[in-house]
C-alpha cells in the first residue's frame, strides 16, 4: 500500500487520477496540494497551497510517488511567461521539494513531441520541464505524452481541440495511433499504473501505448 501526492488534481487529468487513486487497493493514502479545497475523502490529505510560494517544510513531500497533471493553456494563463511558470517552473518547484524529502519516483504528464528544441512554445516548454526533471536525480521517471486529449464535456471552449477531436471521432480509423485522440481516464491510469510499479531510470509511455489510443 503507497501514499502517491498528486500534482494538478483540480483539472482535466488530475481528477481522473485523483479518483482513480482513492478507489486503487495499491494506495492507502493520497496527498493532494491545491490551490482550492476539494470534496472530502477519508484517505485524502488536500493542503491549500500557493504553488507560488509552496511550503518547503511539509512533511507530506515525502511519498512513494510523484504523480504531476499540474498545468494550464496559454490562454488560461494570459501569456506565455505565466504559462512557462505553471507547466516549468511550478513542476520543477515542487519536484524539487518531493525528491529532497526522499520521493522515489516522479510521473509527469507530458505531450506527443516534448522537445526542448522544438520551436513551437507549447512543446519545447514540455520538453525543458522533463529535461530538467530528469537533472533531479529520482530514482525512476516517467513522462507519459498523450498526443489530444478527450476529457468530454469541457466548462471552457478550446476551438483547436474541437476540431481535432471532430476529426477523431469521423477519420480516426484513418489517422496513424500516435496521433489519436485518448481519454483523459485512461492518460491517468496509464499515470497511476507507472507510479505503482516504477521502472529504475527514465521511462517513455507513448500516445500509441496508451489504453483507448488505438
Known amino acids: ?41 477519508p484517505l485524502l490529505h488536500n493542503p491549500i497551497v500557493d504553488f507560488a510560494a509552496l ?9 512513494d510517488a510523484v504523480l504531476c497533471a499540474l498545468g494550464t493553456t496559454r ?8 504559462f512557462y511558470r505553471v507547466d516549468h517552473d511550478y513542476v520543477l518547484a515542487a519536484a ?28 519545447k516548454t514540455k520538453g525543458e520541464t522533463e529535461r530538467d ?6 530514482a525512476s521517471l516517467t513522462w507519459v505524452r498523450p498526443s489530444l486529449l478527450d476529457a468530454g464535456t469541457r466548462a471552457d471552449f478550446r476551438l483547436g481541440e474541437e476540431v481535432g477531436l471532430w476529426l477523431n471521432r469521423y477519420l480516426g480509423g ?7 485522440a485518448v481519454a483523459v481516464a485512461d492518460v491517468a491510469k496509464a ?12 521511462r517513455v509511455i507513448a500516445s500509441s501505448e496508451i489504453a483507448g489510443s488505438q
Do not use: C
Open 1 to 41: 500500500m503507497q501514499t502517491v501526492l498528486i500534482l494538478g488534481a483540480s483539472g482535466a487529468v488530475g481528477q481522473q487520477l485523483l479518483a482513480q487513486a482513492l478507489i486503487h487497493p495499491g494506495v492507502a493514502h493520497v496527498v493532494a496540494p491545491t490551490r482550492r479545497p476539494l470534496p472530502a475523502h
Open 55 to 63: 511550503p518547503e517544510s511539509a512533511t507530506w513531500w515525502r511519498a
Open 75 to 82: 490562454k488560461q494563463a494570459g501569456s506565455a511567461a505565466a
Open 96 to 123: 524539487r521539494l518531493a525528491h529532497a524529502a526522499g520521493t522515489p519516483t516522479f510521473v509527469l504528464n507530458s505531450s506527443l513531441g516534448a522537445d526542448e528544441k522544438s520551436y513551437g512554445w507549447y512543446l
Open 133 to 138: 526533471l530528469s537533472a533531479l536525480g529520482f
Open 174 to 180: 484513418l489517422l496513424p495511433r500516435a496521433w489519436r
Open 191 to 202: 499515470m497511476l499504473d507507472a507510479a505503482l510499479a516504477p521502472v529504475p531510470g527514465i
